[in-house]
């Protein structure tokens, strides 16, 4: 059975680690630009200036963390790379990439908007028109292939004015600044885009700090929900609003694949694993497709001594008018949470756990779990019974140009075959999965990392960690084995 017809094949990335073009076609400064390049040993760091003039680099915790305190700005430092600020150059690629997926034979896009390329500051009362066309210039493109665009309307890249004066997500203000924005794109692109999600793995506000905010406070974690409850809000809004703009309009959530499993079977260990769960990933699901806060939450509360979490009787109504048409997640790896005491740990893409010894993990600490996805998909869909999306997939590797020009990456081939494989029998099983968008389906900064030595792409682009490149563009031994893939609807994975 596996795939029906009609299955969305294809590629995701996002405008931060891909775009560049950070400070031309009037777009303003974004959060993401103040992130430094870093290393599976060395942490990203993000750089600002106190209000008495003196420069620090912290390190990255979350992309949305407010800045310490008032009077503080973010800079961008001397001595430090920002590579964000080029990514790969998709802005001025746009078209040779376009036609390198069309190519390959892509159904659909994965992408990402840079709000602060709409709105540089966020708050103005027109939109910057450069930007405007540039994204219609995009979209266009992908039709002329018939690549359907998947948008992503918020990846972390929130506009610096707004962090800097409103304090970030934890102002009420910013759910009417984002529907504004939601309202721009989804009336410029009617027809052009029917595919929207609205913030990027939105549950990683909780998954970052339950797994490295050692010392997190009440008050820290209730600054959390806040934020949380505001992109809930704001997310139930705009897909409201995005139906009433286009009936058309498909607009769904999209979380961290926070995907975890009891070390023992323990009871203990099982019930910690329910709860895990509940916190890291069905917490923001349920907002989303059910449109109510689910009972465990009085739990999560309860344990944080929280009280008095602005949630208005409004609020909750807009929860329940504006639940998603669809349920999308990335996926890279699961991970193993216990109670008992171990120094056994591993640590891969935002998330930290116990290893497996049932499985086999990368260069970066990441499990190789191609089964976690097909249980995934089908505990998903048994809760939800909405269409899903795994929008997110992919492995982060070394790759080496051979002296021919060539890039043998069977490594990579080797990662995706059983985890397509893991999609085809969830379908068999029933789970109603409509597309696959692999991650940095060319080469792209790692989020994690901020490397470019760290690559997932069918197709390798020349710039290194330090900056430099010609930016070109090839194929890797992939690009065709994934052509083969798309052109027999997953069915040949030889």
Same mark, same amino acid.
């Given at each position: 059975?596996?795939?029906?017809?009609?299955?969305?094949?294809?590629?995701?990335?996002?405008?931060?680690?891909?775009?560049? $073009?950070?400070?031309?076609?009037?777009?303003?400064?974004?959060?993401?630009?103040?992130?430094?390049?870093?290393?599976?040993?060395?942490?990203? &760091?993000? =750089?600002?200036?106190?209000?008495?003039?003196?420069?620090?680099?912290?390190?990255?915790?979350?992309?949305?963390?407010?800045?310490?305190? $008032?009077?503080?700005?973010?800079?961008?430092?001397?001595?430090?790379?920002?590579?964000?600020?080029?990514? =790969?150059?998709?802005?001025?690629?746009?078209?040779?990439?376009? &036609?390198?997926?069309?190519?390959? /034979?892509?159904?659909? !896009?994965?992408?990402?908007?840079?709000?602060?390329?709409?709105?540089?500051?966020?708050?103005?009362?027109?939109?910057?028109?450069? /930007?405007?066309?540039?994204?219609?210039?995009? !979209?266009?493109?992908?039709?002329?292939?018939?690549?359907? @665009?998947?948008?992503?309307?918020?990846?972390?890249?929130?506009?610096?004015?707004?962090? +800097?004066?409103?304090?970030?997500?934890?102002?009420?203000?910013?759910?009417?600044?984002?529907?504004?924005?939601?309202?721009?794109?989804?009336?410029?692109?009617?027809?052009?885009?029917?595919?929207?999600?609205?913030?990027? +793995?939105?549950?990683?506000?909780?998954?970052?700090?339950?797994?490295?905010?050692?010392?997190? =406070?009440?008050?820290? %974690?209730?600054?959390?929900?806040?934020?949380?409850?505001?992109?809930?809000?704001? *997310?139930?809004?705009?897909?409201?609003?995005?139906? +009433?703009?286009?009936?058309?309009?498909?607009?769904?959530?999209?979380?961290?694949?926070?995907?975890?499993?009891?070390?023992?079977?323990?009871? &203990?260990?099982?019930?910690?694993?329910?709860?895990?769960?509940?916190?890291?990933?069905?917490?923001? $699901?349920?907002?989303?497709?059910?449109?109510?806060?689910?009972?465990?939450?009085?739990?999560?509360?309860?344990?944080?001594?929280?009280?008095?979490?602005?949630?208005? +009787?409004?609020?909750?109504?807009?929860?329940?008018?504006?639940?998603?048409?669809?349920?999308?997640? *990335?996926?890279?790896?699961?991970?193993?949470?216990?109670?008992?005491?171990?120094?056994? =740990?591993?640590?891969?893409?935002?998330?930290?756990?116990?290893?497996?010894?049932?499985?086999?993990?990368?260069?970066?600490?990441?499990?190789?779990?191609?089964?976690?996805?097909? %249980? *995934?998909?089908?505990?998903?869909?048994?809760? %939800?019974?909405?269409?899903?999306?795994?929008?997110?997939?992919?492995?982060?590797?070394?790759?080496?140009?051979?002296?021919?020009?060539?890039?043998?990456?069977?490594?990579?081939?080797?990662? %995706?075959? @059983?985890?397509?494989?893991?999609?085809?029998?969830?379908?068999?099983?029933?789970?109603?999965?409509?597309?696959?968008?692999?991650? /940095?389906?060319?080469?792209?900064?790692?989020?994690?990392?901020?490397?470019?030595?760290?690559?997932?792409?069918?197709?390798?682009?020349?710039?290194?960690?330090?900056?430099? $490149?010609?930016?070109?563009?090839?194929?890797?031994?992939?690009?065709?084995?994934? &052509?083969?893939?798309?052109? *027999?609807?997953?069915?040949?994975?030889?």
């Amino acid at each position: 059975m596996g795939f029906k017809e009609g299955f969305f094949w294809g590629g995701a990335t996002a405008a931060n680690q891909y775009e560049g $073009g950070w400070n031309e076609g009037g777009r303003g400064p974004a959060l993401t630009d103040f992130t430094t390049g870093g290393s599976v040993k060395e942490p990203r &760091k993000v =750089t600002w200036i106190d209000k008495d003039g003196n420069a620090h680099a912290t390190p990255q915790v979350h992309f949305d963390d407010a800045l310490p305190e $008032g009077g503080d700005h973010y800079a961008c430092l001397d001595g430090y790379l920002y590579p964000n600020h080029e990514g =790969t150059d998709f802005y001025h690629h746009y078209k040779e990439d376009i &036609k390198l997926f069309a190519d390959m /034979g892509f159904k659909m !896009f994965r992408m990402s908007i840079s709000w602060s390329r709409i709105y540089p500051r966020g708050d103005e009362e027109t939109p910057n028109q450069e /930007g405007i066309e540039f994204y219609r210039d995009v !979209f266009k493109e992908l039709r002329k292939y018939n690549i359907e @665009p998947l948008v992503t309307i918020h990846h972390f890249d929130t506009p610096i004015y707004l962090v +800097e004066k409103y304090g970030d997500w934890q102002n009420r203000k910013y759910i009417d600044f984002f529907v504004k924005y939601c309202k721009t794109v989804f009336t410029e692109y009617k027809g052009l885009v029917k595919y929207w999600l609205t913030f990027n +793995e939105i549950n990683n506000t909780l998954n970052v700090i339950n797994m490295f905010g050692d010392g997190t =406070t009440d008050e820290d %974690y209730k600054k959390r929900l806040t934020h949380l409850h505001y992109q809930f809000v704001a *997310s139930a809004k705009a897909v409201k609003l995005g139906h +009433e703009i286009d009936s058309e309009n498909k607009i769904g959530c999209m979380l961290a694949g926070a995907i975890t499993y009891p070390h023992t079977c323990d009871p &203990k260990d099982i019930l910690l694993n329910q709860q895990t769960m509940e916190e890291n990933f069905w917490y923001c $699901g349920d907002v989303q497709c059910f449109g109510a806060y689910p009972p465990f939450a009085k739990r999560i509360w309860r344990e944080r001594n929280i009280t008095d979490l602005d949630i208005t +009787e409004e609020d909750l109504k807009v929860l329940k008018e504006g639940t998603v048409d669809m349920f999308t997640y *990335s996926y890279y790896m699961t991970n193993n949470v216990t109670t008992h005491e171990t120094e056994d =740990t591993v640590q891969g893409n935002f998330a930290a756990g116990i290893r497996n010894p049932y499985l086999t993990y990368s260069d970066w600490g990441w499990a190789l779990d191609p089964l976690g996805l097909q %249980y *995934s998909l089908e505990m998903i869909y048994d809760r %939800y019974r909405i269409p899903l999306m795994v929008v997110e997939n992919g492995l982060g590797a070394y790759d080496t140009v051979k002296e021919d020009g060539l890039i043998h990456d069977d490594y990579r081939i080797d990662y %995706y075959r @059983p985890h397509i494989k893991a999609m085809s029998a969830a379908c068999d099983n029933g789970v109603d999965l409509i597309a696959y968008t692999t991650w /940095g389906c060319i080469d792209l900064v790692s989020a994690g990392t901020g490397e470019m030595r760290k690559r997932y792409g069918f197709i390798y682009v020349d710039k290194h960690d330090d900056g430099t $490149g010609d930016l070109s563009r090839r194929p890797k031994d992939s690009f065709y084995w994934y &052509k083969k893939v798309i052109e *027999s609807n997953g069915m040949n994975l030889d």
